[in-house]
């Protein structure tokens, strides 16, 4: 190998001489050449793109996805108006809903919101109001003082829209032992 490579030294020999100094015609490979052509290309790209346009830094992309996040699944009993009124009125989340309430809410409210220590869910008759946004400050904030729990603290933000919308759906229904009717009519 080292005696090929002495063999051919002197056509690798550039053509030119300075201060007796001969150099190698030894240029770079093609494909290495191109390859950091193009990233200088891509550089001009990247930095029009990333820092002067609209692309994300991980930052960036973090606070973002963070957002989309944070939209598709409200916490700590928050949910815009519109969000609520379109959910509320859809069967799949009263469905969802309905499993929450079973999990959470019969020991005070009854299997069929008739009522227990917790008041009548089905009657036309709040303590705090019954409007959807009413019923899901209520059940997210709680009464502590009445012994009603702050679900927000134990439920998911889509949970709490459920319930909400399960709730909403029994007013008008007929409990097998409804409670006496507590606070305002609506
Ligand atoms: C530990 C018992 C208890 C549990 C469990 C409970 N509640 Fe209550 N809830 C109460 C009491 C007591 C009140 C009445 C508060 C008051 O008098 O101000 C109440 C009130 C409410 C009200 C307001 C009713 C009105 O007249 O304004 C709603 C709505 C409600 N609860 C929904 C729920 C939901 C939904 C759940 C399950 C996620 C739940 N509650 C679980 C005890 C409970």
Redesign the pocket.
């Known amino acids: 190998m080292a005696e090929s490579k002495k063999a051919s030294v002197d056509q690798e020999i550039a053509g030119h001489e300075y201060d007796g100094i001969k150099e190698y015609d030894n240029p770079l490979p093609r494909w290495w050449l191109w390859l950091f052509i193009l990233s200088i290309f891509w550089s001009v790209v990247y930095v029009v793109y990333f820092h002067l346009g609209p692309g994300l830094d991980p930052e960036g992309e973090y606070q973002a996805e963070m957002a989309a996040a944070a939209a598709a699944h409200p916490q700590g009993g928050e949910v815009a108006a519109a969000d609520l009124e379109a959910k509320v009125a859809d069967p799949a989340v009263v469905a969802a809903g309905k499993d929450?309430?079973g999990k959470?809410?019969v020991?005070?409210?009854g299997p069929d919101g008739g009522g227990l220590?917790?008041?009548n869910?089905a009657d036309d008759?709040?303590?705090?109001?019954?409007t959807p946004a009413d019923?899901f400050r209520?059940?997210s904030e709680g009464?502590p003082e009445?012994?009603?729990?702050a679900?927000k603290k134990m439920?998911k933000g889509d949970e709490l829209v459920a319930?909400t919308a399960y709730?909403k759906s029994l007013r008008g229904t007929t409990p097998a032992n409804p409670k006496a009717p507590?606070?305002q009519k609506l």
């Open positions: 929450v309430f959470n809410c020991a005070c409210h220590v917790g008041p869910l008759f709040f303590i705090h109001g019954g019923l209520t059940i009464v009445k012994g009603m729990l679900w439920l319930v709730v507590e606070g």
